[in-house]
């Protein structure tokens, strides 16, 4: 993939295109993962999971053979540990998408921004201002409006995307401060392989050792081998060459746009997200997931225009 520089793009083109592509990604991964509650029905987490990452891994070992591509990293160990986070990242968010609303999954992954404050403050000695505190936690107060009151009552499960966040603020961190020199390829593969990997172990071992799992998307993350047919093939495939698909495009935003401004539109897909749910299931989606969205959007945008004019300062 070609990098084009904002310069060759110019300042008015790079404004545009850097958030179309992010905002195109977006509606596409909004799209797509709608159609795991279908997979969910009658496969498994892990089943699905090995599956898409086989594909996946052969797309881009076509690519490297090519030389379009490049999987050899050149600082392994922080690759491979950002790969491990980023699986407990993706096996959360899956398996939440199979048994609770999507755009309460996706509001729970989005506070990632949120904790990657918290645990730089904590963790990292970075110095937080008031205005990204106060950002925080009309954060949080966004997560408690989407899990607080619901018609089927409160269950512990509606906590499991804050978990998907939390890995995700590590993902991000690994990526950050150890993983800026490594190619997009390399990142994907080696994250893909450990997913496929460490799926491929509990499909086996919940094969030989079944549990007693409910029927339906409740047994999700609980089967091992279930039913595939052709439709579920199709799914999967859709699934593998749509996240291919989507990275590449948010790859590109943040290739051709600021990122301060390109970031923004990445909450997108908590609008997206349920919207789609409503159009393809008829789901319907709260006023209050909504509100929350809004206060977790408005937190995001400005931790990551505060974090970026600190770091500007700091150069």
């Known amino acids: 993939m070609t990098v084009i520089s904002n310069q060759a793009q110019g300042r008015n083109g790079s404004a545009i295109a850097g958030p179309a592509y992010m905002l195109v990604g977006m509606l596409l991964i909004g799209c797509i993962d709608n159609f795991v ?17 086989v594909l996946v891994l052969l797309i881009l070992a076509a690519l490297t053979a090519g ?22 990242t993706m096996l959360i968010y899956f398996g939440c998408l199979a048994v609770l609303p999507i755009g309460e999954v996706v509001a729970g992954l989005f506070t990632g921004p949120i904790m990657v404050l918290v645990i730089s403050a904590l963790f990292l000695g970075q110095r937080v201002g008031p205005v990204r505190w106060f950002s925080a936690f009309l954060g949080f107060a966004g997560i408690l409006i989407i899990i607080g009151p619901r018609a089927d009552g409160f269950t512990w499960l509606s906590l499991a ?14 990526t950050q401060h150890r993983c800026r020199e490594e190619a997009t390829t390399t990142i994907l593969f080696w994250f893909y392989a450990a997913m496929g990997l460490s799926s491929a172990v509990m499909l086996v071992v919940l094969t030989v050792f079944p549990m007693d799992a409910p029927a339906g998307a409740s047994g ?3 089967r091992g081998w279930g039913e595939f047919d052709g439709l579920l093939l199709g799914l999967i495939v859709m699934q593998a060459f749509g996240s291919l698909l989507a ?24 609008i997206f997200a349920p919207v789609w749910a409503l159009i393809i299931w008829g ?14 959007i408005i937190s995001g945008a ?6 970026q004019g600190q770091a500007s300062h700091a150069s």
Do not use: C, D
């Not at 509650?37 to 990452?53: D, G, M, P, Y």
């Not at 590109?252 to 909450?267: K, L, P, W």
């Not at 789901?283 to 977790?296: S, Y």
């Open 67 to 88: 030389g379009y591509a490049r999987v050899r990293a050149l600082n392994w160990w922080p690759v491979l540990a950002r790969s491990l986070a980023m699986t407990i």
């Open 283 to 296: 789901q319907p989606v709260e006023p209050r997931v909504f509100l929350g969205a809004a206060l977790i």
């Open 37 to 53: 509650v279908l997979i969910a029905e009658k496969t498994s987490l892990w089943q699905f999971h090995t599956f898409r990452s």
């Open 161 to 174: 995307p804050l978990g998907a966040a939390f890995f995700y603020a590590i993902t991000a961190l690994l």
């Open 302 to 307: 400005v931790i990551a225009l505060r974090s």
């Open 247 to 270: 990275v590449g495009l948010v790859t590109r935003a943040y290739q051709v746009g600021e990122a301060t401004n390109v970031v923004i539109f990445e909450y997108s897909l908590m």
């Open 220 to 222: 999700f993350a609980m």
